[in-house]
C-alpha cells in the first residue's frame, strides 16, 4: 500500500473536516445551553477554536493563540489539565480585555498530543471599578478588575479549588462566573473526546496528515485570492474612534495594504499612539491575520475552510505603543469600540482594492448598558445589554435596520428584561431616515427606552457621536448615536457617548440611540417602489425621500410620477 | 369491517394506508400529488379501497397529514394579514432578535427574509401589561377599533394581536378579539397569549404570526378536503396530524394551523417508533431520507423528544414538534468542487424533482447522490417498479468529469460523494444526541423514505448503532404513522418563580387549573381513557436555556417541589455534566393531554430460518472498498421471516431499495423488517 504512505485521500479529507466543523458546532452547543451569564447566552459572545499539536487553528473564528499561550504558561500541559486565563498582555491579545474569560484543554490520544481545544467567553463581571469590569474612567488595566495568569484550573482532571475560590471571590457575579466557566470547561472536554474518536477512527497519524492537508489547501486558495485582489501599489484608508471617555481623541487609525509575490502586508503605521483611556486594542497577530482571512473568503469563496493555514501569506506591521499595539500597563475595557472601528478600516482599504466590498460603515461599536443596584427586597442586580445599529448598504441588498455587526449576537427579549430587572422598556424601533441613503441604503440607528424602576447606576460605552458612520460611492453617511437622560422631574441631560456610574433614580428614563449606517450608491438610482415601501413602512421620513432620493409622495402616500421624475432629472435635491 | 385511513398528502406523492381496526392488517396506494393537495384523494380512495376490496361506508375515521400549511409558507404564498402590538414595539418583526448569521462578516452577503407582515400593515395600541400581569396603561380602545378598520380596509383577512406579557394577563388581547368581532366578524383573529401563553415575545409574536398567515388558506383548504370527501361518499370523522405526532379535530386546525405544520416527519418518526417498538427495538434514531433533504431524529423508551422550538423555513416557531432535525443532504444533493479551494462538497443546493439526478434524463448534468450510488451499483435501473428508468452512462459520464479535476475515477468520485454525504447525515445524528446526553451506540437505526435505506447500512457503521432496521413499506411510512397516534393537546402557561423547599400552592395551582381545562378538552373530544402528562421548564436562575422535566406529584395532586428539583438536577448532571449551586428557577408549567391511539400492531409471523434464495432475481457488480464484486439482488416482495440476507446485497421494492454491505447480514424478522446487523455479531 504505497498510497498510505502520501496524501490522505480526499473523501476523508472533507470527512474529517466535516467532522472538525460538528465538534465546533457542538462546543457551541454545550456553552449555549448551561452558561449563565446573558452576555453568553442570550447574546453568544463565546469563541470555540480546536487546533492541532502545534497549536494551528483547525475550526474557529479566531486566529489561534495557543502557542504564545503554552510559551507563556511554560510549564508542562498534561492530559486532563485545564488552562485559564484572562491577561490579555499575557497571551499577546488573544483575548482583548480583562471580563473575556479563556480556558484551555489538550488533546492526547494514546499517548500522544494531537491537538488543543480551546474557548472564551465574556463572564459578567470580574471585579474592578465598575460593574461589568469596564470603566470608560479607567486609567491603567489595574482599574479593570482580576487578571487571571495562565493557571492550572484542573490538574489531571482535579479542580484546583483554591484557585477557583481567589478568582471568584474578586467578582460581584460569582456564582454566574463559575457557571460560566464551567460550561465553557465541559465545551473543551467534548471538543477532545471528539478529536480522540477520529483518531481513533482513521489512525492518529492520518488524522494529523489530513488537519495538515486541511491546513494547505486553504493556504492555498487564499493565495490566489491575494494575488488576485490585493495590489501592489500601496493604498490607504483611515478612520477615527471619536474619543477615549476621558475627554482625549479623536484618534485616528490608518491601514495601508499592499502585495508583495505571494505575500499582502497591512500595516498600522500612521494610526495615532495608545490613549489614556481604555479603548486599546491589543491586537494578536494571528487574530487580525485570520479576521483579514475571513473578509477575503467571506466575498470570494464562502467554501474556503476558516483555518490559519495562510498566515504565512499576510504580515502584519503594528507600531508599539500605538492605539493598536499599546503597551502594559494601559487600560484596554472598551476595546469593542476600537476593534469595530479596525472592522471599518479593514472593510475601506478592501473596498478599494475590490468593488466586492464596497460598502458603507456600520453604526462601528458595541454599545452597552449596564445598570445595577439595589432592588425594593434588598437584592442586588445587574443587568448588562449590548444594542446594534445601522448595517450599512452592501452589493448584496440595503442594510439592516437595528441589526448586529458582530455575528449571532440576539437583543435580550424585553419580557426578560422587565421579568428580572427592575426597569420598563418604553419603546424598541428603529429610528427614521438614521440611515444614509443609498441605491442601497444604510441601516437605521435603534432607540431604546428605559424606564428605571429602583434607584441606581448607570454605565454606558459606545461611539460614532461624532463622527459619522461614512457612506461608499455616493452612499450618504448614517446619523450619529445619542444618550439622554430624561429626569422624573423633567429635566434632560445629554451624556456622552462613554460614561461611568452615572447615578438614576426610580421614574428616570433613558433613550439609548444607536448611530445609523452608510449607504451605498447614489440615492438617485434607488428604485422608487423600494423608497416608497420604506416611507409607508416609516424608515424613511415623506421629507428625506424627496431630499435625498428625489422621490415626490403625495399626502396619503401615494408616488407623484411627474415630480418624482422632474426631481431625478434635475440631480435630485430640491435645494431645501 | 371498521376501516380507518391515513392520507399523507405531500408535495411529490399522496401516500394512504387503510387499515382494519380488528385485525390490523393494512392496504396502500400511492398517487402523484396535483397542484390541490385535494385533488389526489379520490384517486387515491379509490386505489386503496380496491386493493382492500372495501366499500367507502366502511371507513370510520381519517387521519390527515399535508404539506399545505408547509408549503405556504415556504412559498410565501399566505393571506394578507396585519399585526397589533404594545405601543413602542411595532417593528418587532421588522428588528427579530437583532440577529445576523455568523461567521464574521456574515451580514456582507445575507439576505434578510422580509417579515410575514408588511411594517404598512402593522399598528401599535397604547395599552401596557407589566411582567406581573398589573396593568400600567388601559387598553386604547379606540385606538384598537381604528387600527382593526384601518387593517380591514387594507384587505388585512386576518390579524395577530401581540401586547407585551399576555401570557401574564390576556384581558388586552381578548379585548381586542371582541372589538373585531363586533366589527368584522369575517377577520380571522390570533392572539399571541392563546396560540402561546409564554414569554420571549418576539417568539411569541412569530408564532401568532405565522398561524395567521396560513390560518385563511389552510382553513379553506380543510373545509375542500372535507367537502370532496363527502362528495366521495366518505362520511367520517376527520383528524389532522399534529407537528407533535398527536390528532386534532378538523375544527381545531383551521384555528390553530401553526401546529400542524411539520405533520409529515411527525407521521415518519411515529410510524418508525411503531414498526419498532413493535419488534422490540424502543430506542431508536430515524432516518428518512428523501429527495432534497434528510430527516433524523432520536427516540428514547418508544418515545418521540418533543422539541418546543422549530425553524420552519426563515421562521423561528414555538409550538411543539417531534424534534426532526433536517440536513441538506439527500438523493438529489449536488456534488461540487469549489473554485479556489480544489475539495469535494455535497449539497446542500439539490437538482430536485425536476431536472432530478443526471440519470433521471430530465436534464440535470450536475453529478449528484443518486447518480453516484447508481454508479456504484447500488441501485436497480429502473426505480418505481419501472416507472422511472435510469441512466447509467449519463450519471457515469458526469461523475467522471467531476473527477478529472480531482485525479478521481468515476468510481472513486462516486464512493466519496457517498461518504461524504454519510458523514454530514452521522453527523448531524451525533450532535442531536450529544446534545441530549445520549450515546448513538445503544439506538437502533430506523431507515426510511425513498433513499434512507441505501445509506442506513453505512450510517450504522459510522455510529455503531446496529441493526438498522427497514420497515416493510419504508415509502409510506408516515401515513401508516398515523395510525398510531391518538389526540393530543398542551396546556401551558409561563409561571416565573424560584422553587423553595416545601410546598408551593400557587404551582399546584396553576397545574390544577391546566388539569381542568385538560380535562374539559378530553371530554369535549370524546376522548375516554385519556392520559395527562405533567411537565415544567426549569433552569438554574437565569440561566439561558431551559430543561424540561417530569412533575412528580403526590396523593393530592401537589406538586411535590423537592423531588422536582432533584430530578432537574440530575438530568443538569446527565446532560451537561455539572451542577451549579444556584437556586433553580421555574418558568414554565404545561399539561399534556393524550387521548388513546386505535392502532392495532399486526401480528407476528411464524419465522423460518431461510437464505431467501427464492426471492434472487439477478446478480450484478457493485463497487465496495476500492474493488468490484457481486452482489445479489432480491425482491422484498418474497422475502420470507426468517430468510437471512448475506451482503454485499441489493434489495428492491416499489418504493425504496435496500444496500447490505459485504461482512453484513439482512434478516426479515417476524414483522416483515429487514434487520441489518454486521456477520459476526449473529
Redesign the interface.
Known sequence: MTAEAAAVDLATLEIIESALLNIREEMDAVVLQSAMSPIIREQHDEFPLVTDAAGNMLVGQFGSYVPLLLETFGDEIRTGDVILQSDPYLCGGAIQHTPDWLVLAPIDFDGERVGYASMFGHVLDCGGTVPGSMAATATSIWDEGIRIPPVKLFAEDRLNVDVLRIILNNSRTPEMNEADLMALVAACRTAATRVQDLCRRFGTATYQRACDALLQRTRDAMAAIIARHIPTEPVNFTDVVDDDGQGNGPFEMKLTVWREGEKAFFDWTGTDPQAPGPINLATHEGMFKMFVGIYLIMAFDPEISFNEGFHDLIEVILEPGSLVSPEFPAPLGLLNITLARHFDVIQGVLALCAPEFAAGAGYGSSPALTYSGTDDRGEYFQLGEISYGGLPGRPAGDGMDGHSWWPLFTNIPTEYIESYFPVTVQTYRSIPDSGGAGHRRGGNGVEKVYRFDSDGEITIQDDRWQSRPWGWAGGLPGDLSHKMLHRAGGETEHLPSKCDVVAVEAGDSLSFITAGAGGLGDPLRRPVESVLRDVRGGLVSPEAARRHYGVALTEDLQVDEAATEQLRRSGGSDSD | MSLSLAVDAGGTFTDLVLTDTASGHTWIAKTPSASDPTEAVPDGIAKVCDAAGAGRGAIASLHYGSTAALNVLLTRRGATIGLLTTA?????L???????????????????PDPLV???LTREIPERV??DGTV?VPLDTEAARRAVADLAERGAEAIAVVF??SYANPDHELQVRRIAGDMAPDLHVTLSHEVLPE?????RAMTAVVNTYISPSVSRSLQAFGSRLHAEGLDCTVNVVRSDGGLMSSDAAAVRPVETIVSGPSGGVAGALAVATAAGFADILTLDMGGTSTDVSVCTGGEALISRDTVVGDHPVRSPSVDVRSIGAGGGSIAFV????????VGPASAGAEPGPVCYGRGGDRPTVTDANLVLGRLPAGLLGGEITLDREAAERALSLLGSD?D?SAHETA??VV??AN??MA?AL??MS??RGLDPRDYTLVAFGGAGPLHGNALAGLLGCFPVLVPPSPGVLSAYGFHTVGHRNTFSRTL?RELRAGKDKDVTKAFSEMVDRAQAWLNAQGLTGGVLAYTCDLR??????EIEVAVPTGDGGEVLIDALAERFRSE?QR????V???PIEMVNVRVEARGPAAHIAPKPQTVVPGDGDQARASTEQVYQQGGWTEAGVYERDHLRPGDAVSGPAIITQTDTTTFVHGGHVAVTDAWANLLISPEDSK
Not at chain 2, 413602542?88 to 418587532?92: A, H, P, T, Y
Not at chain 2, 438554574?540 to 436555556?545: E, I
Open positions: 413602542g414595539f411595532g417593528q418587532i421588522h428588528l427579530a432578535r437583532s440577529q445576523t448569521p455568523g461567521p464574521l462578516v456574515g451580514w456582507l452577503s445575507w439576505v434578510k408588511p411594517l404598512e407589566r411582567a400600567e407585551l406579557h414569554y420571549r415575545e418576539y417568539e469549489p473554485e479556489l479551494l480544489r475539495g469535494l462538497r480531482l478521481m464512493q466519496a461518504d461524504i458523514e454530514k453527523g451525533r450532535i450529544v446534545e416565573i438554574f436562575l437565569r440561566q439561558g436555556y443538569h446532560l451537561y455534566g455539572f451549579p449551586e444556584a
